[in-house]
């Protein structure tokens, strides 16, 4: 006989069928036992006497026939609950030990260290598991949505070198090339530009991004996914317009109960928001207690540079009084370049970050597309001829037809927290790394044995002692 699911038994009234599940709950009335079962559908209340001692979350299959209930025995809670299984036959399949936390309720209360141990377990749970299934049909629906509108989504390396986003870099050695290292991507940024050079046009990858920076309740530790976008002939409100379809949309299809405050979304300069709000983040839920409201806003006409104190020159270029704001390749406005030389502080960039009730969860920009502009952004931000030459295949590209471009990057475990309402990013990520940087179930990072180490020609100096 073939496994059916949960959720096809209601159709199957009357018949014999197998289902295949986890022992969600038990109640044991002497000789009748009550044993609800579980899958990836849902929930059935199976009904057997005299059935072998079982413990919870074991996996079992049921054989059984499915009946009608008694009309006051109805759950109206349950998808199933107009039916139970008489249970005929059940196998153990596997048996489970006690569970290490517990799995009913919501869990927030739970040490972050049980649950990220047992995070295989936590995702058993109905939160997490909701949460998890709505990130998948939340990209499943972006791929398709891009895909009709002309973007082809392109992988980029993972191994590769420093594309600065402001934060620090993760290193690999190579073996390859003792004493060299490959950086994780901070971003795509620069093989999205050179993908326009390319003559793709429309990009788009549910990219993953590293940076090395401490983490926070919006900020996963070490990695995080965002919808990286870039295109070719476009304005800033070609991007802006884009970003709000797709948003405005995939809202209206995946969280048809959120409630968007304001459409067209307010656009407003960095310097009407720190004005007005005191920041560029501004909440604009017009009731900040309804959990179904999204304000989303633009913010504007950003400085193309932050001005630096001695200690934290921008990826230790240290000499330069300017870092950019956003990144290096955002293109000035162009009514402000002639202030790149006379007073650079007052140039405004041309990008655009996008606000969801209060956080940050999208930015980008039109990008320089001239090298010699982007020579000059070069030298204003410190860079030594060295550093230059870091970035020189992109100049290099640019030299061989470039059209002009532009994109705008989504976190989208941002985006999912504020959306599902979850106090933290971790929450809708499967397997995120503990707020110390552990990564979760496997016990990451960890020491490498010593012939790993000869063989990529690292000698490790500063090991902490062994407690
Ligand atoms: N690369 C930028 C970021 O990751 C986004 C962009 O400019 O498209 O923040």
Redesign the pocket.
């Known amino acids: 006989m073939e496994r059916i699911l949960t959720s096809e038994t209601p159709k199957k009234i009357g018949e014999k069928v197998k289902l295949m599940g986890w022992v969600h709950n038990l109640r044991d009335h002497g000789k009748i036992t009550f044993l609800d079962l579980r899958d990836k559908t849902g929930i059935i209340q199976c009904v057997g006497q005299n059935i072998p001692k079982l413990t919870l979350e074991s996996v079992v299959e049921v054989v059984g026939q499915v009946v009608e209930r008694p009309e006051k025995m109805i759950n109206q809670n349950l998808e199933t609950g107009r039916i139970e299984l008489q249970i005929e036959k059940i196998n153990v399949i596997s048996v489970a030990g006690e569970m290490p936390l517990p799995l009913e309720g919501d869990g927030y209360d739970i040490d972050e260290k049980t649950r990220m141990k047992y995070r295989y377990l936590d995702l058993r749970r109905a939160r997490m598991t909701h949460n998890i299934r709505l990130r998948s049909e939340t990209t499943l629906w972006i791929r398709n949505y891009l895909s009709k509108n002309g973007f082809v989504e392109i992988e980029t390396p993972i191994l590769t070198k420093t594309t600065p ?1 402001g934060a620090r870099d993760f290193l690999v050695p190579s073996r390859l090339r003792p004493g060299n290292f490959y950086a994780l991507p901070q ?1 795509p ?1 620069q093989y999205k530009q050179l993908l326009m050079v390319s003559g793709f046009e429309r990009y788009f990858q549910i990219a993953r ?1 590293f940076r090395d920076e401490d983490p926070r309740a919006d900020r996963a530790y070490g990695e995080f996914t ?1 919808l ?1 976008i870039e295109m070719s002939f476009v304005t800033q409100k070609d991007i802006l317009t884009l970003s709000e379809e797709l948003f405005t949309q995939l809202v209206g299809s995946i969280f048809p109960h959120k409630k968007i405050t304001q459409s067209p979304w307010p656009r407003l300069s960095h310097q009407d928001a720190r004005k007005n709000y005191g920041t560029d983040k501004p909440d604009l839920r017009k009731d900040k207690n309804n959990p179904d409201e999204l304000a989303f806003c633009w913010i504007l006409d950003f400085p193309l540079f932050t001005q630096q104190s001695d200690q934290d020159f921008f990826h230790g270029s240290g000499k330069a009084k300017f870092a950019p704001s ?2 290096m390749f955002t293109a000035p406005h162009p009514d402000d370049i002639g202030l790149l030389d006379s007073d650079p502080a007052k140039v405004r960039g041309l990008q655009h970050d996008l606000v969801l009730n209060g956080f940050e969860v999208g ?3 039109i990008r320089i597309h001239d090298p010699k502009i982007q020579e000059k952004i070069f030298d204003l931000i410190g860079f030594s001829t060295k550093q230059k030459k870091e970035f020189e295949h992109v100049l290099a590209a640019f030299g061989y037809g470039v059209p002009p471009h532009g ?3 989504s976190g989208l475990d941002r985006f999912l927290m504020v959306v599902l309402g979850e106090p933290s990013v971790r929450e809708v990520i499967a397997f995120p790394a503990t707020a110390g940087g552990q990564t979760a179930v496997m016990d990451a990072p960890g020491k490498a044995t010593p012939a790993q180490l000869r063989e990529l020609g690292i000698k490790v100096s500063t090991v902490p002692k062994e407690k």
């Open positions: 986003e971003s940024q991004c965002q990286d956003h990144h930015g980008g920009s994109g705008i990057a």
